[in-house]
């Protein structure tokens, strides 16, 4: 019998406790709910309503069913907290679900972030072993592969050094060498194209489609709807754990694109942010006119100001905060940054409120997204929350003369410059 | 959380290659223990041990001679307080050797049982990530110690030659006792491994029970001391039959007897009961770590 399907998923669902995922409880918790749990389920069984004692479960996803053919490229998008991740994890085997099969037919192999298992006291050459090694590979395949890593890598002189010693692009550069040159039938790929410059999100991009023209099946979960576009033909819309859309990714990504997602202020503790949060966890993020008024439409050349409200965890050496304005298709265009503006020091463990004040925004009329983050400079981003929230920008009064630029916003030009234009010559015929 | 996954790896032939299917779905209860699945995993177990290893003394001056330094010094401060002041008999046999050959079995399995308690914890990052078998992490941290063992006992075989013991044919057992060290110490890590993803309270727990444990063991002392109805008793202790057969096997002390019985069926007992409890908490181990 032959058969095409490389993953076959039904009515997949994945229940959270609440407050399954805070850390460190104490065996005392555990004892105190064991001495609890005769006395609720008395009373669930008095009261006997199950609603009731649904309400500490949330579902994670729920309900979710596709299938996805050898050889496709298939990406999965949606709002922070639709399930994307969730749903990587259980392909990866990495969590169980709650209900439902997930079938997949091939060697799996998951790419949820740059550098797994990396340890920083050994070497590059230690570490492609021990990486690639916990990634899948067998001995004699990274064995066969080694040249090709390095020297995609590029750092053949550095072989013998421990990672530590590595500057950050250094470390991502091999980390993603050995992860490119994994080799699985079916690749599942999470937002890892979100670090590094564009130069090598650009070879990390090359280095997918390459293996998607090997007739090798990928999932690729990612905020960057350009990334998708050109990747996947196509795309699935999660919302809320449910699949909310199947289909061409253009017409996916437009289903995306279409819901209205800007609000001028978030609660930040509710939403998933990605990183260790070690030292700092956002709390808030409001977004204000120039006359300090929480707004979500701002116009072009007049003030954008963000206000960040941040908890710092322990002493943070050298903090930086910043704040990402990207196109509605993922494209970073700005990037605010404290450090670059001066404000640099370290904190210390509390509350902080940050402002940012662009005095004139300069981009064109249109849609655009928001991403925090927070890190000890020079090191990964500590706590960072993609997508927080989107704002729009209308046309103003730019030049001081009329202009056509939204009409010319709708060809996807994002960023405006001023430019001054006379004659410098002119022959009369 | 009482679900699980169940893994059915099927074969199938497809356009003449192999194509392994994964079939995941929840499950509840007790899981068995997939030895088939180890056993294809075992590059990356070797992985992780040679990781263990090579991370141990990077950065440090005096490398591997830690694995020496930590028992030989514990050896003299045993030999002038307990040998000399305490003066608790150690079986006609001169103290530095009767505690030496007992300490090497002990930092075996006390370093096992910490490192593998950790192992689970420790490796967070990697677990949330990517999937094997979780089992790979507290089976290496239990068999990584063996290269300290291995120059300690060097030590031990100087000193043998030095203190006049020949090995006898008992020796042959010594192989028995070493992987009995290693069953304890990954029976008591598979439970503590588990629990400390639960409850943090076990990272502080483990020091101090490994401390308790050293003086509940016969290390300083011969378990000769001891009364022979209570022997029997002191056997439930799974490393008594274990030192006690380590230094008959070297140093002729005399034989465990009764107590390596009962040390064997407690050691086994926890080892299985571990691993079926490691394998019914791992399900949820992502998720709550």
């Known amino acids: 019998m032959k058969t095409d399907i490389a993953i076959r998923v039904e009515n997949l669902g994945k229940r959270y406790r609440i407050g399954q995922c805070e850390r460190h409880d104490t065996l005392r918790d555990a004892i105190t709910d064991k001495i609890k749990a005769p006395f609720c389920r008395i009373k669930d069984c008095l009261s006997s309503n199950e609603g009731n004692h649904d309400q500490s479960y949330i579902w994670a996803l729920k309900d979710v069913s596709f299938e996805i053919q050898q050889g496709e490229v298939v990406g999965v998008i949606g709002r922070n907290g639709s399930g994307k991740s969730t749903l990587l994890k259980i392909l990866s085997r990495i969590t169980i679900p709650t209900e439902g099969t997930a079938e997949i037919h091939g060697r799996i192999g998951s790419l949820l972030e740059v550098g797994t298992g990396f340890h920083p006291e050994l070497t590059g050459r230690e570490n492609i072993f021990l990486s690639g090694s916990i990634l899948g590979m067998k001995k004699y395949e990274i064995e066969d592969k080694f040249d090709d890593i390095v020297k995609f890598s590029e750092i053949e002189t550095f072989l013998d050094t421990a990672v530590k010693r590595y500057s950050s692009g250094m470390y991502v550069r ?13 690749l599942l790929v999470d937002e890892v194209l979100a670090v ?50 199947e289909g061409s990714a253009l017409e996916v990504i437009n289903v995306y694109l279409s819901k209205d997602n800007s609000r001028s202020s978030v609660d930040l503790d509710k939403i998933p942010h990605k990183g260790k949060q070690k030292y700092a966890f956002l709390r808030k993020l409001t977004l204000l006119n120039g006359d300090h008024r929480p707004t979500t439409v701002f116009v072009m050349k007049k003030a ?44 210390e463990p509390g509350r902080y409120n940050f402002e940012v004040r662009v005095p004139e925004i300069l981009l064109f009329p249109g849609k655009y997204q928001v991403d925090l983050w927070a890190l000890r400079e020079g090191e990964d981003s500590d706590d960072i929350i993609y997508e927080v929230t989107y704002f729009d920008v209308v046309k103003g009064d730019v030049t001081g003369f009329p202009t056509t630029i939204d009409k010319y916003a709708l060809s996807g030009c994002e960023v405006y410059t001023s430019s001054s234009w006379r004659i410098i010559e002119q022959k009369a015929q | 959380m009482k679900n699980r996954m169940n893994l059915s790896t099927n074969r199938r032939s497809d356009m003449g290659e192999e194509i392994p299917i994964i079939v995941i779905k929840p499950m509840s209860g007790w899981a068995p223990i997939d030895l088939k699945e180890l056993w294809a995993y075992r590059e990356l177990l070797q992985t992780f041990i040679m990781r263990d290893i090579n991370v141990r003394y990077k950065q440090t001056a005096l490398g591997a001679a830690w694995a020496v330094i930590q028992p030989f010094f514990m050896m003299v401060v045993f030999t002038l307080f307990f040998g000399k002041l305490a003066k608790i008999p150690s079986e006609g046999i001169p103290y530095p050797i009767f505690s030496y050959a007992a300490l090497l079995p002990w930092t075996l399995f006390a370093e096992g049982l910490s490192r593998s308690t950790n192992s689970v914890v420790g490796n967070a990052n990697i677990m949330t990530k990517v999937y094997f078998p979780r089992l790979l992490l507290p089976i290496s941290g239990v068999v990584s110690p063996l290269v300290d063992f291995a120059i300690a006992f060097v030590i031990l075989l100087g000193m043998m030659l030095y203190f006049g013991f020949y090995p ?27 629990l400390n993803v639960q409850y943090r309270d076990f990272q502080y727990t483990v020091p101090f029970l490994i401390q308790i444990w050293l003086f509940a063991s016969p290390v300083v002392y011969p378990s000769s001391l001891l009364p022979e109805p209570y022997r029997m008793i002191y056997g439930l202790n799974p490393m008594a039959g274990v030192i006690e057969g380590f230094r008959w096997t070297l140093l002729g002390t005399s034989p465990p007897g009764s107590l390596i019985v009962v040390s ?26």
């Open chain 1, 174 to 186: 091999l980390a993603f060498a050995v992860a490119a040159h994994l080799d699985p039938e079916i």
């Open chain 1, 196 to 245: 590094g410059d564009a130069a090598f999100q650009k070879k990390c991009m090359g280095k997918i489609s390459d293996i998607s023209e090997k007739g090798r099946t990928v999932i690729f979960v990612s905020h960057n709807m350009n990334a998708v576009h050109e990747l996947c033909q196509r795309a699935i819309l999660l919302d809320k754990g449910r699949k909310r859309v």
């Open chain 1, 304 to 347: 954008f100001i963000a206000q960040i409200e941040l908890e710092c965890i322990q002493h943070m050496r050298d903090a930086e905060i910043g704040l990402t304005i990207s196109s509605r298709y993922g494209t970073a265009i700005h990037y605010l940054t404290s450090t670059w503006e001066g404000l640099r020091g370290d904190l």
């Open chain 2, 264 to 289: 064997v069926v407690v050691i086994l007992a926890i080892l299985v009961s571990g691993a079926f409890y490691f394998r019914r908490m791992e399900k949820t181990f992502a998720d709550v770590v």
């Open chain 2, 168 to 194: 006898t044919e008992n020796i042959i057992w010594l192989p028995a006792f070493i992987l009995l060290a290693l069953a304890s110490s990954l029976g008591a890590g598979l439970w503590l491994s588990a």
